[in-house]
């Protein structure tokens, strides 16, 4: 093509943008922009009349000598399209056309696409394909189908063609999350490691709110590699011929022979287990065939399920579960292998009931092993009966020989959020041994007790757990009668977790709480003067959260003396036991005259109050001030703080220093009922131009 010819071809394109544009102006619903559209039609219909001729020098139209009538009816045509009325009409009926086109290739697309989806889920992934190829027929553009295609294409291990899949997605929409998913999944397939982590960094740029899915992704690959150059190592040496790394191949070799008797087996087992030294070892394992050829011998998996007669049974399955520790023994990709094992899940958790004692014990030793790190943890979630292994787990909880270990795996279980989640329904399996020891106290083992009530504690961080473990009559009436007997035998490892539990549960208002509100908070109050300042401080944490909600234990524990207890901590001093205490006392002073009238007669001109209104802990401010509001209730309480720094500080707090509202609230209220009860404060206020402040502050406290 000439450059002239070149100029004419980009002439008319962008005539063609223009009137494209003209169109859609036209179609608008606005009157107006429709107004505008066509006189915009006409000027540019004039401009094309007027404008400079082509450029091409060669005319190629060729003389028609024959007319017929149907020439002279299209030229009659040709004429009326020179009308800009009759000529945008055309456009747009041509776009119209090609509207409804695109919309019947849409729907034939999505129809094939959704009978590719119906063969994927039933696992017939060819014709998903066929399904998926002939939708891209109709609509080449659609990013769905060629996404959905890659899917299939990887699960028939066609790497390279999903990979082309999903590069045609993404030229269709450059940030589709699923195409990127696909071809990492793909090139990790395919040993790409550098290119597996690009897919999955890109989702981290184009959607940072996916950064924990994005982030297992790249763990995998992380996974992956790992594996692929221990198995480089592990071939490199046994291809060196070293003992130590023929060793392995050859006693799987002599293991992989059956109807052998037992002590065969467990000789071999033993030797395989001593020639495992590292991770060349455990790969050589893997490589080599190994789970196949102890899981699938007959002996031993009769060994595991417990019902051999033979007398070598027990000293087999020992040698099994052995080998299992060798192999796996940081080893992650051996770890997730051995539970996928369909013998593995079968009897793992069983073997945790075994009656007998040193099958249990070699069986926690291994879950212990998985429950160390988080990989390992999510390999047992994710394979192993949950249900089942934690009944089995606390019944090794009551047992001594074997509950530390049973209490290790548990609590490490605990930290996984979905381990929490898939146990909500179990709460009862771990409630119960829990209330059976806090029942009898003074015989359980007091060291295994606290890690239980630890454990519970951390399951109890689920809303639901907590929720379920709060409404049991149970727990509550167990763990007083516990709180009792260990003040009498002054067992303080319990002490302290219990209540700290009591103190996470008590906060749901449930009946049940408030019915033994009064009788917690008394043994609380008798707490109070511990020696322990844990104690002290989980003591006044549980009267925290039970006085909001029983106003019968408030008028019970002021009338036994709480206020002068709760003085004397706040006097000491520490963020939480001071957080705890001011709440509690400010929950009694709300409701309660005498408390106000005895809070004041001991504290004089409220000392206590304005040093904790000094200090930097908002949630004790907060409250210290809404305190000193109820006790100005007293007669003479706001006179005897004339003089003191009491309005300098409510106003600093008023003023917005603050973060939180309602310390900037508490503050404004004590400050303005402190001027009404005693209007000498009013000279200091004025003084620290504390009333436009103040009004400032209760404008705000309006809005909010």
């Known amino acids: 093509m000439s450059l002239q010819d070149s100029d004419d071809l980009e002439k008319f394109l962008r005539n063609v943008d223009q009137i494209d544009e003209l169109v859609k102006e036209l179609n608008s619903s606005d009157v107006s922009c429709q107004e505008k559209a066509l006189a915009k039609a006409d000027q540019f219909i004039t401009s094309l009349e007027q404008g400079e001729p082509c450029k091409t020098k060669i005319n190629k139209t060729v003389i028609n000598r024959h007319p017929s009538s149907e020439n002279g009816a299209l030229n009659t045509q040709y004429e009326s399209s020179q009308n800009p009325a009759n000529f945008l009409r055309t456009l747009e009926k041509d776009a119209e056309e090609r509207s409804q086109r695109r919309k019947m290739k849409e729907e034939k697309a999505n129809a094939l696409r959704e009978q590719g989806n119906e ?57 589709c999350i699923k195409a990127y998913i696909h071809m990492g999944k793909s090139h990790l397939a395919l040993k790409d490691f550098p290119q597996s982590r690009l897919c999955y960094r890109k989702i981290l740029e184009i959607d940072p709110q996916r950064e924990t899915m994005a982030k297992a992704y790249l763990k995998q690959v992380d996974l992956e590699e790992k594996v692929a150059l221990q198995e480089k190592a592990a071939l490199e040496e046994l291809q060196a011929g070293t003992e130590e790394a023929m060793a392995v191949p050859e006693l799987l070799k002599k293991l992989d022979t059956p109807s052998e008797i037992n002590l065969y087996y467990c000789g071999g087992l033993e030797l395989l287990s001593q020639a495992i030294k590292d991770c060349t070892g455990q790969t050589l394992f893997r490589l080599n065939n190994g789970f196949s050829i102890i899981n699938g011998n007959n002996i031993v998996r009769s060994c595991l399920s417990q019902n051999s007669v033979d007398p070598c049974a027990v000293e087999l399955c020992m040698s099994v579960l052995k080998l299992w520790r060798a192999v796996c023994s940081g080893n992650e990709q051996n770890q997730q292998l051995l539970m996928e094992c369909p013998v593995t899940r079968q009897h793992m958790v069983q073997m945790l009931a075994s009656p007998v004692s040193e099958i249990q014990r070699e069986s926690l030793e291994l879950l212990s092993l998985f429950s160390q790190t988080k990989h390992g943890r999510t390999v047992l979630i994710d394979n192993l009966n949950l249900c089942q292994m934690a009944e089995n787990l606390m019944s090794c909880v009551c047992r001594d020989t074997s509950s530390a270990s049973a209490l290790t795996v548990l609590k490490n279980l605990a930290a996984e959020n979905k381990f929490k989640i898939q146990s909500r329904k179990l709460t009862a399996v771990f409630a119960i041994p829990l209330e059976h020891q806090l029942s009898n106290i003074m015989t359980a083992d007091h060291k295994i007790l606290a890690s239980v009530i630890s454990f519970i504690g951390s399951m109890a961080l689920d809303d639901v757990i907590n929720k379920k473990l709060a409404g049991r009559e149970e727990f509550w009436t167990c763990s007083l009668q516990a709180m009792e007997q260990c003040v009498a035998c002054e067992c303080r490892s319990v002490l302290y977790p219990l209540l700290g539990l009591m103190i996470n549960l008590a906060s749901h208002p449930f009946q049940v709480v408030q019915e033994h509100a009064v009788l917690a908070s008394s043994r609380c109050l008798d707490l109070l003067s511990d020696s322990s300042g844990g104690i002290i401080t989980r003591a006044a944490g549980l009267l925290s959260v039970l006085l909001p909600i029983s106003s019968d234990a408030t008028q019970e524990v002021v009338r036994n003396g709480i206020v002068k207890k709760l003085l004397k901590i706040l006097k000491v001093g520490g963020e939480m036991s001071s957080r705890y205490s001011i709440k509690a006392l400010t929950v009694c002073t709300a409701s309660i005259p005498q408390a106000c009238e005895e809070l004041v007669m001991l504290d004089k001109r409220l000392h206590t109050l304005r040093k904790l209104l000094g200090g930097i802990d908002e949630l004790v401010v907060g409250n210290a001030a809404l305190c000193m509001a109820h006790c100005l209730e007293v007669n003479g309480a706001a006179s005897g703080l004339l003089g003191t720094d009491c309005v300098p500080l409510l106003l600093r707090h008023a003023a917005g220093d603050a973060k939180r509202a309602a310390v900037r609230q508490n503050a404004a209220t004590t400050l303005g009922k402190l001027c009404k009860k005693e209007p000498r404060h009013m000279v200091k206020l004025r003084e620290l131009h504390g009333l436009e402040i103040l009004h400032s502050c209760v404008r705000l406290i309006t809005e909010c």
Do not use: P
């Open 119 to 175: 063969a994927f889920t039933q696992g017939d992934y060819e014709t998903a394909v066929r399904f998926y190829t002939e939708g891209l027929e109709h609509l080449r553009d659609m990013q769905a189908l060629y996404t959905n295609r890659a899917q299939a294409f990887i699960k028939l291990k066609r790497y390279k063609e999903a990979i082309s899949d999903c590069e045609w997605a993404l030229r269709c929409n450059e940030k």
